[in-house]
């Protein structure tokens, strides 16, 4: 009996990888021309055949028998370290990594920039470099953080001049955009034409679409995590771009130098000029700033301050002016209690806000969401075969519905503010990260969430606690009557809500080039975008649950086979998935939600589900390397009545969402001719967007009244699109800094008259009814000029 619990204690001891004394390399990995730490590095101890990667912040930390071993440090686009060292205590290492092609335009894929990690326990995770984005065709002269996670697999927009994205059948609002923590709520400027994202200023992007760690929450189809560059802390530079339509300009350099940097990056758009040289009074224009302060206390304690803050603004004859854009500020401290224990303390600011000025009738409309988030992120390396990672967060929301003002004495509208609303979401977590043999690993954690709607507001009671009514006569859902109101105070809890949140990703490896993986998690999302469009637009209000908006709660499984080809040359990922979605929220027949204080009382909750199939096809090396993406997928929702008497919406019937995209591929490829000239291409095409036609007609009064079926029964025409670019780095002066190339780009070559819309009209020739087709763009041509010194 004795020796059996000997045994078992032993065994449990030898997962955690505590079996003999080891000691502990650590250290930071960073670029050798300006300190910037990196993210992802793999420190790699070949004779014992383990390694790690470094976090977000450049910390690695691995745990050794004592001896003398050969470290290999490697990275996307920086040349391969192999280093002899002797371990016989713990040591800290820093590793200096130099770029392996110091051109401006980084062409050459080095072996492992798209190199599947076959052991490591994570999937449905990618990962793009910057340098990739930039090699990518242009819009309009800007290189695009957004579209470019569009030629990914599961990852779809609504369609030409559309904002946001869809991530597995999600809709946009189900999305997490962190830029170095803190949320964006608006990834969009000019209506979906440029993204938010200067990439001259990103260091590093992570899309998560399922096995999502326990770190993250508050979404439930996917993360996108952007994290800025700190800045040069060794030399001053500046780099930026000149574009026909719009320019950008990077500054960094050392605050106190090897210690402290600073890096201030602005961009706009300037083509609203030219339109101010004619007579044509309107305008459309953007403008943003990302800054990030770097500051090294000492060996173990860091600072940083980063922000970002942009506006767009859209004015038709000075009458009608719409205002909008995010606000971010993040103060972070990076604390290294040991060389196994890294923490980090952010203090969050996030502001979205949305103005409109009408003249013509005499108001000023205002309305926004803000947050203020405190998290403490702990990671704790045990051993080689275990990690932890855990830490608390608190979120107070503040939400503006809207606020009216008179823009004038004499406009006649009267002052008025919609409810404001307020709520606190705390939650901990924790994530293990283990290898259990040299063939299986996992990854798992637990969220605990809990959700607060607050006071100061007067609450509408209901009959029944129902705010939307059945009428058994028409059959049709209509708006309640208050049956009365109740106050609460500020502070005072209106609703609350909790839930546990389970992760868990497996990963077992059937040879050194393939893996199975599996992962399951649940999400719980607390915010919900009122919006009954097909993609976000400026006027889209949020909105904390309630004892009527309730909280959507998500679980998905996904599985997925992964195999590395010929040394890596080429790459294999094949995943399906399934979720399933309670309390989506949808809208009754009619239902009017703009500026409506009681929307409570135009929707209902109901459930969506979205299953497909995924396939990444890779080729990494060679002069000519990209990817082939293809997903094949559906996303529905229904709401069924509450009782046998009620329909439903659309019967009770499930109906395709409005992002439901059954077929969507895109081909990405990038050639280097040469040292002067590359080019890369784009083809995408997917199933056109979900819609409802009129299916027939009466005549009223002598007024045709379009009828309609089931939602979304039919669809837009199928989208599809070619664009290319072609970069030409002219021959360099050997005695100046100064380097430059000329990017020439080509959106949708073949003009391709895609349709934002599809809308229907009497022609008052014929009389006879007609479809009009709306596309926003056909053939459009750009050219922009880099530069860098």
């Given amino acids: 009996m004795l020796k059996q619990k000997l045994y078992w204690c032993l065994f449990f001891f030898s997962l955690l990888g505590f079996g003999q004394e080891k000691v502990i390399l650590s250290g930071v990995a960073s670029d050798t021309n300006n300190n910037e730490t990196l993210i992802g590095v793999s420190v790699y101890i070949s004779e014992l055949n383990i390694g790690t990667y470094t976090n977000e912040y450049g910390f690695y930390s691995i745990s050794v028998p004592q001896g003398n071993y050969t470290v290999q440090v490697s990275y996307v686009g920086f040349e391969t370290i192999l280093e002899k060292i002797e371990i016989n205590q713990n040591v800290k290492k820093n590793f200096s990594l130099k770029e392996s092609n110091q051109e401006l335009k980084e062409v050459v894929i080095t072996k492992n920039i798209y190199r599947t990690n076959i052991k490591k326990p994570e999937m449905s995770v990618n990962k793009l470099s910057i340098n990739t984005i930039k090699q990518m065709p242009a819009i309009l002269g800007e290189t695009d953080v957004i579209k470019s996670i569009l030629t990914l697999p599961g990852v779809t927009n609504a369609g030409e001049g559309q904002s946001g994205f869809n991530v597995r059948g999600g809709s946009a609002d189900q999305n997490l955009v962190l830029l170095d923590e803190a949320t964006i709520y608006n990834t969009s400027h000019l209506f979906g034409f440029f993204s938010v994202f200067n990439t001259d200023a990103i260091k590093d992007l992570k899309l998560y679409k399922g096995g999502i760690p326990s770190r993250f929450g508050g979404r439930v189809a996917s993360v996108l995590e952007i994290y800025q560059k700190d800045g040069n802390n060794t030399d001053f530079h500046m780099n930026g771009g000149i574009g026909i339509i719009s320019s950008r300009l990077l500054v960094e350099g050392p605050i106190v130098k090897n210690k402290g940097s600073f890096l201030f990056a602005g961009r706009s758009s300037y083509a609203h000029l030219f339109l101010k040289l004619t007579d044509n009074k309107n305008s459309a224009y953007f403008y943003d700033l990302n800054t990030k302060l770097s500051y090294k206390l000492n060996e173990n304690n860091n600072l940083y301050a980063s922000g970002y803050f942009g506006r767009d603004v859209f004015s038709l004859n000075e009458s009608f002016v719409n205002t909008y854009g995010n606000s971010v500020f993040n103060l972070r401290w990076n604390h290294l209690f040991s060389n196994k224990l890294f923490s980090n303390l952010s203090l969050i600011y996030s502001d979205y806000y949305y103005g409109l000025t009408l003249d013509f009738i005499g108001f000023n409309w205002d309305s926004g969401i803000k947050n203020y988030n405190l998290k403490y992120d702990f990671k704790h390396y045990l051993s080689d075969k275990v990690k932890l990672f855990y830490g608390a967060n608190a979120i107070y929301h503040d939400f503006n519905p809207g606020k009216i003002e008179p823009t004038n004495d004499t406009s006649g509208i009267n002052p008025d503010q919609l409810a404001k609303k307020y709520a606190f979401e705390p939650s901990v977590y924790i994530d293990v990260e283990q290898q259990i043999t040299n063939k299986l690993a996992i990854n798992y954690g637990l969220r605990y969430s809990k959700f607060y709607r607050l006071g100061d507001e007067e609450i509408n009671l209901y009959a029944n606690n129902q705010a939307v009514v059945y009428n058994e006569d028409f059959q049709i859902y209509e708006k309640a009557t208050p049956i009365g109101s109740e106050y609460f105070k500020k502070n005072k809890t209106i609703a609350q809500f909790g839930n546990l949140e389970p992760r868990v990703s497996i990963a077992y490896t059937l040879n050194e080039s393939s893996s199975i993986k599996a992962s399951y998690n649940r999400m719980s999302q607390y915010l919900h975008l009122i919006s009954n469009t097909q993609s976000p637009t400026p006027l889209d209000v949020w909105a904390p649950s309630d004892d009527y908006l309730k909280p959507q709660i998500l679980d998905q499984v996904a599985f997925g086979y992964f195999k590395n080809f010929q040394?890596?040359?080429?790459?294999?990922?094949?995943?399906?998935?399934?979720?399933?979605?309670?309390?989506?929220?949808?809208?009754?027949?009619?239902?009017?939600?703009?500026?409506?204080?009681?929307?409570?009382?135009?929707?209902?909750?109901?459930?969506?589900?979205?299953?497909?199939?995924?396939?990444l096809a890779r080729k990494n090396n060679g002069k000519l390397n990209g990817w082939i993406s293809y997903t094949l997928s559906r996303s529905e929702q229904r709401t069924p009545g509450r009782t046998a008497v009620e329909t439903g919406i659309n019967n009770g019937e499930w109906y395709k969402t409005g992002w439901d995209k059954l077929h969507n591929i895109a081909i990405t490829s990038m050639y280097k001719l040469n040292e002067k000239w590359s080019f890369s291409s784009i083809f995408s095409l997917q199933s056109g967007q979900p819609v409802t036609y009129p299916n027939g007609q009466y005549q009223y009064q002598g007024i045709s009244v379009p009828t309609y079926g089931l939602r979304n029964e039919n669809r837009l025409p199928t989208y599809h699109r070619l664009d290319i670019s072609a970069t030409l780095v002219p021959e360099k002066n050997k005695t100046r800094n100064w380097h430059g190339e000329w990017v020439f780009g080509i959106y949708n070559v073949y003009s391709r008259k895609n349709a934002a819309s599809i809308s229907f009209r009497q022609n008052q020739d014929s009389g006879n009814n007609e479809a009009v087709r709306l596309s926003i763009f056909g053939i459009v041509p750009s050219v922009t000029y880099n530069f860098k010194f």
């Fill in 567 to 615: 040394n890596d040359d080429y790459t294999l990922e094949v995943e399906t998935f399934f979720k399933k979605l309670k309390n989506r929220l949808d809208y009754i027949d009619g239902a009017d939600l703009i500026a409506n204080d009681d929307i409570e009382q135009v929707v209902l909750n109901g459930e969506a589900r979205a299953y497909g199939l995924e396939i």
